[in-house]
T-cell receptor, first 115, second 111 residues
Framework: DTAVSQTPKYLVTQMGNDKSIKCEQN?????MYWYKQDSKKFLKIMFS???????INETVPNRFSPKSPDKAHLNLHINSLELGDSAVYFC??????????????FGSGTRLTVV | DAKTTQPPSMDCAEGRAANLPCNHS???????VYWYRQIHSQGPQYIIH???NNETNEMASLIITEDRKSSTLILPHATLRDTAVYYC????????????FGAGTILRVKS
């Protein structure tokens, strides 16, 4: 079973479109994250949710809106896509904040290409 | 967040030990050292973490200096599949539990 699964794996879309990326984890973790890895390969955190509550928002444009219907899911909706949004987006999860130093589990990524 | 410094790249012969250094001179007393790696086109993978003592698991060993200002990740018998970018991260424990990734070290294992 895949621990953290993202869909779709690849997404090619035109500028101005709205798209969503879905993430699900079956590890029972309380915290989920979205990271962005751009063409220079730097991994940057975008959002973090703990039990459906937003706890980190790293000054991401408000065109990006995360939604967590339950603690096992964290979806990312992007409005009015721009060329600069092209990147690989990784979802991750970890046990609850403050419950010790456990590792993150990452998904395999969604490669978004805006044309 | 305490910052880390890693060499941009290293080479290692297959079957030999790979020793990846990391400097974290501004680490705080309650911050852990984490190591992750990212194999091409995959999501980052947790390897090991430690606070003060040396740690070992099925993947690697972590050696932390007594003053905690630096550490070394050791892959005892590197294989071609260990070719990846290795990230040394000091955990921002009080900052929403987030991991902050730097540039990492590209390890190339060669036959």
């Amino acid at each position: 079973d895949t621990a953290v699964s993202q869909t779709p794996k690849y997404l090619v879309t035109q500028m101005g479109n709205d798209k969503s990326i879905k993430c699900e984890q079956n590890l029972g973790h309380d915290t989920m994250y979205w990271y962005k890895q751009d063409s220079k390969k730097f991994l940057k955190i975008m959002f973090s949710y703990n039990n459906k509550e937003l706890i980190i928002n790293e000054t991401v444009p408000n065109r990006f809106s995360p939604k967590s219907p339950d603690k096992a899911h964290l979806n990312l909706h992007i409005n009015s896509l721009e060329l600069g949004d092209s990147a690989v987006y990784f979802c991750a999860s970890s046990p609850n904040v403050g419950r010790g130093n456990y590792g993150y589990t990452f998904g395999s990524g969604t490669r978004l290409t805006v044309v | 967040d305490a910052k880390t410094t890693q060499p941009p790249s290293m080479d290692c012969a297959e079957g030999r030990a790979a020793n990846l250094p990391c400097n974290h001179s501004t680490i705080s007393g309650n911050e852990y050292v984490y190591w992750y790696r990212q194999i091409h086109s995959q999501g980052p993978q947790y390897i090991i973490h430690g606070l003060k003592n040396n740690e070992t698991n099925e993947m690697a060993s972590l050696i932390i200096t007594e003053d905690r200002k630096s550490s070394t990740l050791i892959l005892p018998h590197a294989t071609l599949r260990d070719t990846a970018v290795y990230y040394c991260i000091v955990r921002a424990f009080l900052d929403g539990n987030k991991l902050v990734f730097g540039a990492g070290t590209i390890l190339r294992v060669k036959s």
